[in-house]
Structure formats: C-alpha cells, structure tokens
C-alpha cells in the first residue's frame, strides 16, 4: 500500500506519540508482559435474552448462550437465536485446540429463515436513505479458519474460508425507495425512480453465491488478548469476494491500535487508525442490451395501460438503469464499510462505502469495581474482572481513489458504552450520535 502525504502525517502523528514519554501514561512496549495467562481452562457459560432493533427493516427478540472452554482450553461456543422481522438460527464456536494449543480452529453456520439488508448509495455523499433494501429467505452460511499462534498469542497466522448461498425474495424486496409512489410523481422523478429500481435488480437479481477467503496477521504485543491496556497491536488482513451473480474483489484492511494506560492502571486511552482499499479482479458482466426504440414498441402492444406513465418515460427510465448498472456499478469494487459496530458507531451497518476506506477513533475506558471473583449462579458461571465505563470520538471517510479526498470532510460519531469485563469475553453496549442521528449497540468484544 501506498500512503500519501495526510496517511504519512497521520501514521508519523500516533508513532510519535508512542515514542514520547508522558506524565499521564504509562506506556512500554518494549519490556511489556501479559497480565494474565491468555488460555483459560475452566468451564464458564452466559445465557441472556436478545432484543434487537435494525432500523428501516424492523425489531424482534431471542435467546443467547455463549459457552467458554466446553470444545478445549481457551474455546468458545456461541448459540443465537432470533425471532421477528429476522428469523436466524446461528452457532459459532472458535478458538478449539487442534492437536496443540498453538493450532486453532473456528467453525460457523447459520441458516436465516427470513431477514432483509439495506444497501446505501456508493461514495461519501450518498443520502442517509437506503437506496434499495433486499429481502432473503431460506439462506444458508458456513464459515471455517485455522489459526497459527506464538509467543503467548502475540504473533498470529490465520486463513479462513465463509460461504453464503443466499436466496433473494425479490417480489418482497425495496429496490426503489420511490417505486410504489410512481402515480403521484412528475415525468423525471418516475424516470429517476425507475431507472434505480433498475440499476438495483441488475446488480443483485442473479446473486446465487458467495464466497469469501480470508488470510491475515496479528501482531499483539499487548499485556492481555481480551483486555488490553498496555502495548501495540498490529493486524493486516487480505480478503477477496467470489460468486455466482455478484462482481470479484479483492480487499486489503490495515489496522494499528495504540493502548495507553493511566499512572493508576484504572484507566486506559485507545487510539486506532484503519485504512482499507479494494479492487476488482472480475467485473459483473451484464449481457443486457437494450432498445428504446423495441421497448416502446413493447410498450404500445401490451394491453396493460397507465394513463399516469407514458410508454417514453418507462422506457428512459430503464435505459438509465442499465447505464448507471454499467457505469457504477458492475465495475467497481468496495473496502470495508463504515457503519455498524465497529467503526462509526453512530451510523447503521454499511453506511458509507466506496473502494477505499479511513477511519481514527480514540476511546477513553475507565474501570470500576475491579477484582477476580468467580460466580457460578444457574445461568451464568465465570470469573468477573470489572465494570467499565468509556467514552469515544471517531471520523472517517471513503473515496473512489486514494487520493486528498479521503483524509478531509470527515463523518463523525461521538458516544459512551458501559461494559461488563469477563476473564474471557467483554459485554458491550454503545450508544452513538452523529449527523444522522444516533445508533444503540450491544455486542461482544471492542469495538477497536
């Protein structure tokens, strides 16, 4: 990868900050040491109710159990299932021994019985409404990846493989926010509606399956895997996406986490930089060819008439859909979206996206009631660490290119989250507020 001048001063900006000795941090890399052993050994288990809220596709409950060390020291297995407007039965378990502890394996599959995604316009100008929304029944997905650790889980190798064969409920689906409201619409803005529903079926109506290879490296050097509060980490990650129905890309995702701890230890400020770029390895080819001379002569001979649409307008309508499809669409690829749980937080999932992708988010986590009691109540059993409460600020942006554009008129998210932390796992509920509005999250694990 390539940096420019605003990445360079951004990366020389955290390395420096890392070098410089503070009144207020303590920061040593260099001799650092893990807090605790990295590999638990005994059974614990957490089982708790879901409620969930995707915003434009609806809401719904469920259940949830995360169980760790049943499939070997240091594993986890998760079980979900929800109900509502996303019917999804999932288990996932990760981290299982594979004749030694420095060889792991994960393992996922999930079979959604009805669900929908939203798909945002491309670039850092797209509107804050979905442009189409899709809507799936009976798809399944699987997932696998064997991991190679060393030196206590401070340097990784991983690869991993995932398949989705999703099945489009096209009649069900939105691919045009103004595609039921054509009667009452001026002559351009049918056009305009038509000719999105259009360029939107193009692109996902023959989408049968996909895959996606993931290979990367993790360079931890931090005093501990689930809870950092000291020390560097360092993860490249190349993936690329293939199928049947969809365009080929390649995605390589570049991501430094700095940890600065307080003199007291109660404290700790985080600081990542996320940089992701994407290119196309086969384009979405699309045989249609079209005619407007044809279709309005189709047009004149159906029998089927509104008299609030003319045959001219339907006509240029998909005509531009299959330009904009060509144009924008079946050549272009996309990093890593912005939006969701991860990184700008205060926007839905796959908010923005584009072929390249920044993003730097400095979060402030201070901890209360710390100690290592175990509990072992009916539904719950493990070994409590602390509560936390953090507080954090994120920009990013995307661009077609890596150019200026990327590094200036930044999207930003600024919120809070109250954590629970585990010896194992960390509950995480974040709420987030930015130019659109505000976002709630209940996860596992940090957001960076």
Same mark, same amino acid.
């Given at each position: 990868? $390539? ?9 020389? #900006? ?24 990295? %590999? ?35 594993? %986890? ?9 996303? @019917? ?82 096209? +009649? ?47 360079? +931890? ?7 950092? $509060? ?21 995605? +390589?995702?570049?991501?430094?986490? =700095? ?34 001379? @044809? ?33 924008? @669409?079946?050549?272009?690829?996309? =990093? ?20 390249? =992708? ?12 710390? #100690? #290592? ?12 660490? =602390? ?6 600020? @994120? ?18 998210? %600024? ?8 010896s194992s796992v960390v509950l995480r509920a974040d709420v987030a507020s930015g130019s659109e509005g505000s976002e709630q999250t209940v996860f596992i694990g940090y957001g960076f």
């Open positions: 990868m $390539r940096l420019n001048k605003q990445t360079q001063i951004c990366v020389f #900006s955290l390395m420096l900050s890392l070098l410089l000795p503070g009144q207020l941090f303590s920061f040593d890399v260099w001799d650092l040491k893990r807090r605790k052993q990295q %590999t638990e050994d005994e059974l614990g288990y957490f089982f708790y109710p879901l409620v969930y809220t995707v915003p434009g596709i609806g809401s719904g409950n469920g259940a949830g159990g995360t169980i760790l060390n049943l499939l070997g020291d240091g594993s %986890t297995l998760n079980l979900i299932q929800i109900r509502g407007d996303y @019917e999804v039965d999932a288990v996932a378990a990760t981290g299982m021994p594979v004749f030694t502890p420095r060889l792991n394996l994960a393992l996922a599959y999930a079979h959604g019985r009805k669900g929908a995604f939203s798909f945002y316009g491309r670039g850092p100008d797209s509107t804050e409404t979905p442009e189409f929304t899709l809507k799936f029944k009976d798809s399944y997905g699987y997932g696998a990846e064997l991991s190679m650790n060393f030196f206590h889980r401070q340097l990784v190798f991983y690869a991993g493989y995932a398949g989705a064969f999703p099945k489009i409920d096209l +009649d069900a689906s939105d691919l045009g926010t103004n595609i039921n409201e054509l009667s009452s619409q001026s002559a351009s803005e049918q056009e305009q509606s038509i000719a999105i529903f259009y360029k939107n079926m193009l692109k996902y109506f023959d989408l049968q399956r996909l895959v996606v290879r993931r290979q990367g490296m993790l360079i +931890d050097r931090t005093d501990d895997r689930i809870d950092p $509060r000291n020390g560097l980490r360092l993860q490249y990650e190349h993936w690329d996406t293939v199928g049947i129905g969809i365009t080929d890309t390649v995605v +390589d995702d570049y991501s430094l986490t =700095a940890y600065f701890p307080s003199k007291s230890k109660s404290s700790v400020l985080v600081a990542n930089l996320f940089h992701s770029g994407s290119r196309v390895i086969n384009p979405l080819e699309s045989s249609v060819k079209f005619d407007r001379a @044809e279709c309005i002569e189709g047009l004149k001979k159906s029998e089927k008439k509104n008299n609030w649409i003319s045959d001219d307008t339907i006509c240029k309508g998909i005509e531009k859909g299959v330009q904009d499809f060509q144009k924008t @669409e079946a050549g272009n690829s996309n =990093a890593t979206a912005l939006g969701g749980t991860q990184r700008l937080r205060s926007y839905p999932v796959g908010r923005f996206h584009d072929s390249y =992708a920044f993003f730097f988010g400095l979060e402030s986590r201070f901890y209360f009631m710390e #100690s #290592s009691t175990p509990f072992n109540w009916i539904i719950e059993k493990g070994v409590f660490q =602390a509560f936390q409460i953090a507080f954090f600020h @994120e920009i990013g942006q995307v661009s077609p290119k890596n150019d200026s554009n990327l590094y200036r008129d930044f999207k930003s998210s %600024t919120g809070m989250g109250l954590r629970i932390v585990f």
